[in-house]
């Protein structure tokens, strides 16, 4: 059967994608029905504490754990003495990889103490209070060490890594010749740009709850952005066949890359249910979620820009210096998104890491992207305000028609409609060029833009689609909703393409047992589960349809297969709509209850390519990966300085991207506003301190460590410019998960510099930040 | 935390009685502190004696002023048009602390005896000389952007992070406390909390197993005209940074008199003696304004993190000023 690009732009029936729909599964929320990975109530359960370490370095000299023992209800106390042994640890290179670990240390296989928070002892007891008092009675004894806490400790240890980010982005970059061009650039700026510490904070911690069905079959309830990933993890830790691991997660309450990867708990938990043949379920304590599950890295990123006279940009020079742990080169790949922002001809990038006593950093919410922006975009505005331009005048001086990363078109870019669209709802022509001359009473009030961009990665997954003659659906894939929607954009996209209404369609998701999904992370989620619903809906309506065209009874008998188009339900001759049938009826009278299909969903191969990559015709598959695929937009923002307190209030917001198709308008303002509050609480609020000679956070409750209340946001405009992508996949969908964050820091930054003259280069801008500040 | 037993109690005999005949017992009110310091480990008290039935209740208007009892709760003190009316500061200081939820069980004593927010306190791994005497401060030398760089000492710099206490010693309240004995005494709030010196342990002249019964605060001009400025690092759901409590009795723009207490920069309630001097009888004048802040920062000693706090209780207590004046 052939492609139908009519589901796409021309479906004569308007449909529910896009519409903002309601979340299918808000009433169970809201009602304390949708159960969450520590919320099964299993036969025989009990309850793991994590007990971890005072100090940051040295050797764990003795456990006593009799006392703990002795409390009624304790099972076990487990140390790297007794805790069963897993098959494999990413102690080393290979189990690393292997297990796919985001971290090459298992905590608990030896007396080796190497960051603050790290654990010591799982405590298991009948009941989770008697478990907390238990691992309170541990005692252990430990030989300390000086840790080392940051890079910026003078003793820190500090390389020019070859790979970052666990191998995956490269330590140097080199594009075109970026030192001789800055040294002849007319205009030259350097700054210097830090990042404070920051963690995720899901408001749902970290929690595993691991039953061994059998010796070697194992079921675990998890906090996971990916259930397939933590299953592979999980086998390769516990020396098991891929299908005897089962992982399990029907809600997720936030993740935001902290759930990206499978954690210590997680197989701590599952070599104690083990090790106390009963189920284990493990949940975090706040305090445990700031060393449990990753951060983003405290760095310091050095920008030097080289321009004409007229803005035009020749050099970029950038880098960054930031901690990683005793064991991996981690940190965020800041440089990508400043090598491809702009036209600019010469680019280079350096990182250098120092390795201190802290666990190894983490994709974090818009990772690389998020404080790569905030160093190019606050250098664009510098540039803007040195030559008398506008910042957004400046950008499009620079705006870049093809990726000068790679050289390769865009795949679509609508980043000048969301300049222009921006702002004119923001009304940004009121804007008073001048820095620090815009008052409001006492208080300051500045302007500042910025652009956002975010990859399309690169993924793959899978759906299936049960439909029933009676009408009704199952959609499945094991892709997992953050709680961003992912069940109702689903639901959405498989009644459209199954012509149902969405009451009518069930989708299912969080569970291995299910078609294998990617990770929902690098907003890969939306697009790829998408087109893999949709693909597995074309399939079954190209079985029905060769079901019809053999079956004599049929209004379509012996049509050609590429003549029929379904619509609302009905197989029909594309060229005569009046000659077709219901699919019920087909399936009735072919004795059949139900039919499935299945469809792969794949980065690259275009909604033009047919139904899947795989069959997707190698003219397109080609041209396609000829693309380079990217989310665009720009935040405009309003705030409003006391200079003599301090104090940056946003008080207003707009953004504007092109992300491709937009799935669903509701889902996709709200995830477009909740990525933008994380970049407010970035750039005003959020930070973890880390004492420099313990190495420990002295923070870690959501008491001291702030991130936005209400108070602190205005009302926020989002819009999205109408993008029809032919490349990124079948649903022409980019996804939003991370653009919403980007770019967000440095227009709160520009608007403060608008405001007050002053700029602010450390983030988070707090109040002592701004002090000593009058209007100039 | 720790195994513990609970026991509740109806009257103020019964409570001083459990509290001082048990080993480790501690009373509990709101237990928005107790319960928290407990589950860090913090503090390990074997019973918690619950007083929230002991009928120290009330707002009222007395010929002393005003009557709060100290089991009323944080939320109801705040919008009580009495407190709203005549002593605004206090409202204020109440509305603009912790979250409503925290505001609907916290008690008006427990407030006043909420610890500190000192990192190293909050965790057990670290020393800390309030925690464990003698195991050393390492916030002198550490995180101390929040710490007091008022009544500090080489022991210690925690800053008392309550707003209510601040309001209360602006105002001259009055606190009546009970012993186990039945034996009453009234102590100004200004000389409830003590500075840490060489014992932080030791945060009040309260003694093992005395109740706070209820806080008297006298009526006056200066209490009708008050108001609290609290800056922090987010709009709402913040301990301060800086905050004032200020009353002015201003005629004919000459001060008459005047109150002065500032947040988030003392180890207690910090009331500025000094800063009121210079207001009283002077021209309700930002010069004025700007005279008295320098002099209530005058003994101010920063550390590394905290220098910004010098400039911003000043700056705080200026704004405090003029917006009060100018009302
Ligand atoms: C996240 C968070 C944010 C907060 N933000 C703020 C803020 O911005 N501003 C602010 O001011 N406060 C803030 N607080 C502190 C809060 O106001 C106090 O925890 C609360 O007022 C304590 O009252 P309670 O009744 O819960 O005390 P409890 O926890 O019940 O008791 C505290 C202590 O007082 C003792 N006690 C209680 N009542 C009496 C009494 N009548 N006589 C003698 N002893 C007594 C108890 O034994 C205990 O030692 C915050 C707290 C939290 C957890
Ligand atoms: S300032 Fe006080 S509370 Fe903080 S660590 Fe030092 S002694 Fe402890």
């Known amino acids: 059967m052939e492609h139908e690009p009519a589901f796409f732009e021309t479906s004569p029936t308007p449909g529910v994608v896009g519409k903002p729909l309601n979340r299918v599964d808000g009433r169970d929320k809201v009602m304390g029905k949708a159960k969450y990975s520590a919320e099964y109530p299993l036969p025989g359960l009990t309850y793991g504490v994590l007990k971890t370490s005072d100090i940051a370095k040295g050797r764990i000299q003795s456990i006593n754990a009799s006392a703990a023992l002795k409390e009624p209800g304790v099972l076990a106390v487990f140390t790297h003495l007794n805790l069963p042994k897993p098959a494999k640890t990413p102690n080393d290179a290979e189990g690393k990889k292997a297990i796919g670990a985001p971290m090459g240390f298992l905590p608990l296989t030896s007396d080796a103490i190497h960051y603050a928070g790290q654990p010591v002892a799982l405590v298991v007891a009948d009941t989770f209070e008697r478990a907390t008092q238990a691992a309170a009675l541990v005692r252990v004894s430990y030989a300390a060490e000086a840790p080392i806490a940051a890079y910026t400790d003078k003793r820190a240890q500090r390389f020019n890594p070859e790979k970052i980010q666990d191998g995956k982005a490269d330590g140097y970059t080199r594009r075109g010749d970026a030192q001789a061009a800055m040294a002849a650039a007319p205009v030259q700026l350097t700054a210097v740009y830090t990042h404070a510490i920051n963690h995720h904070n899901p408001m749902e911690p970290g ?75 493990l949940v975090l304590s706040r305090k445990q979620q700031f060393t449990s599950m990753g951060h983003r890295e405290d760095q310091t990123q050095t920008l030097r820009l080289g321009a004409t006279k007229e803005g035009k940009l020749l050099a970029l020079i950038h880098e960054k210096t930031s901690t990683t742990s005793p064991w991996d080169n981690y940190a965020e790949a800041n440089s990508k998104i400043i090598n491809l922002l702009y036209d600019c001809p010469t680019f280079e990038s350096h990182y250098e890491l120092a390795r201190a006593n802290v666990m190894t950093s983490t994709f974090t919410r818009a990772p690389g992207e998020a404080p790569g922006s905030f160093a190019i975009e606050c250098s664009m505005d510098d540039l803007a305000y040195q030559l008398g331009l506008d910042p957004i005048e400046i950008r499009l001086r620079n705006y870049a028609e093809k990726d000068p990363s790679t050289g390769q078109p865009w795949s679509s870019k609508s980043l000048r409609q969301c300049y222009a669209r921006g702002a004119e709802l923001f009304g940004w022509s009121k804007r008073n060029p001048k820095a620090g001359v815009t008052k409001n009473g006492r208080l300051l009030v500045g302007y500042g833009m910025a652009t956002a961009s975010y990859p399309v990665h690169n993924s793959q997954g899978t759906a299936r689609v049960r439909l029933y003659a009676d009408g009704h659906a199952v959609v499945q894939a094991g892709a997992t909703d953050l709680g961003t929607g992912t069940y109702t954009v ?287 | 935390m720790n195994n513990f037993s609970y026991l509740s109690t109806t009257t103020a005999k019964d409570a001083t009685a459990a509290v001082t005949g048990t080993k480790g017992a501690a009373f509990i009110a709101g237990g928005t502190t107790v319960l928290d ?219 008459r008199t005047a109150r002065v207490a500032l947040g988030g920069v003392g180890t207690k309630p910090w009331r500025s003696v000094a800063a009121e001097k210079i207001l009283t009888g002077a021209p309700a004048t930002e010069a004025t304004f700007r005279a008295a802040a320098a002099a209530a920062v005058k003994d101010a000693q920063p550390r590394e993190q905290n220098r910004f706090k010098v400039e911003l209780a000043q700056n705080t207590l200026v704004r405090a000023l003029l917006e009060l004046s100018a009302a």
Request: glycine content about 10%; overall charge neutral.
């Open chain 2, 37 to 255: 310091l407990m589950k860090l480990n913090v503090e390990n008290h074997s019973e918690l004696v619950d007083i929230n039935l002991v009928p120290f209740k009330g707002i009222e208007q007395t010929a002393d002023g005003l009557r709060i009892g100290a089991l009323e709760r944080m939320s109801d003190v705040g919008e009580h048009p009495l407190v709203v009316q005549n002593y605004p500061v206090i409202s204020q200081s109440l509305l603009q602390a912790a979250s409503p939820q925290l505001r609907n069980m916290a008690s008006i004593g427990g407030n006043l005896l909420q610890r500190t927010r000192c990192g190293y306190f909050r965790d057990v791994a670290f020393p800390c000389n309030k925690r464990n005497p003698g195991s050393g401060c390492p916030a002198q030398e550490g995180e101390n952007r929040n710490l007091a760089i008022l009544g500090g000492s080489k022991a210690c710099i925690a800053t008392h992070p309550g707003d209510l206490g601040v309001a209360l010693a602006a105002l001259d309240a009055v606190l009546l406390l009970e012993n186990a004995k039945g034996k009453q005494r009234r102590v100004p709030l200004v000389d409830f909390h003590v500075v840490p010196g060489n014992t932080p342990q030791r945060e009040t002249v309260l003694e093992p197993g005395e109740l706070i019964v209820s806080v008297t605060v006298p009526a006056a001009a200066h209490a009708r005209k008050s108001m609290y400025l609290k800056v922090r690092d987010r709009a709402s759901y913040a301990f301060a940074l800086a905050s004032a409590a200020v009353g002015l009795d201003v005629q004919g723009g000459q001060i």
């Open chain 1, 207 to 281: 929690a595993t709850t691991a039953i061994w069905e059998a010796p070697d079959r194992l079921t675990v309830y998890e906090s996971t952005q990916g259930v397939t990933r933590t299953q592979k993890s999980l086998s390769a830790y516990l020396g098991l066949p891929q299908d005897q691991v089962r992982v399990v997660t029907k809600y997720l309450g936030g993740g935001f890359g902290c759930k990206g990867s499978c954690w210590p708990h997680t197989v701590l938990t599952a070599l104690a249910a083990k090790g106390v043949g009963r189920p284990v379920k």
């Open chain 1, 490 to 776: 689903m639901t959405q996209v498989a009644a459209d393409s199954l012509g149902l209404a969405p009451d009518k369609v069930r989708f299912e998701l969080g569970d291995t047992k299910l078609p294998t999904a990617p990770n929902s992370g690098g907003s890969v989620a939306a697009g790829t589960v998408s087109s893999s619903v949709y693909m597995a809906a074309q399939d079954v309506w190209e079985r029905l349809t060769k079901m019809a065209i053999k079956d004599p009874k049929s209004p379509l008998f012996k049509a050609k297969a590429e003549d029929v188009a379904m619509e609302n339900g009905r197989l029909q001759l594309k060229k005569d709509a009046s000659k077709g049938e219901d699919f019920k009826a087909l399936m009735k009278r072919a004795g059949i209850d139900d039919i499935e299909g299945s469809g792969q969903g794949k980065y690259g191969s275009g909604y033009e390519a047919g139904q899947s990559a795989a069959t997707a015709p190698d003219a397109h598959k080609d041209e396609a990966g000829k693309h380079s695929m990217h989310s665009f937009g720009a935040h405009f923002c309003e705030v409003q300085v006391d200079p003599d307190l301090g104090t940056v209030r946003v008080t207003r917001w707009v953004s504007v991207h092109g992300a491709g198709r937009i799935l669903n308008a509701k889902t996709a303002r709200s995830q477009i506003i909740g990525g933008s509050i994380f970049g407010i609480g970035a750039a005003l609020m959020e930070a973890t301190a880390r004492d420099p000679h313990y190495a420990r956070y002295t923070n870690a409750d959501l008491g001291d460590y702030h991130i936005p209340v209400n108070a602190d946001i205005p009302d926020m405009t989002v819009e999205f410019i109408d993008e029809h992508d032919p490349y990124i996949n079948a649903m022409g969908v980019k996804g939003i998960g991370e653009i919403s964050m980007v770019g967000v820091s440095a227009a709160v930054a520009n608007a403060v510099f608008h405001a007050t003259g002053k700029r602010v280069r450390d983030l988070p801008i707090t109040p002592d930040k701004i002090l000593g500040t009058k209007s100039v």
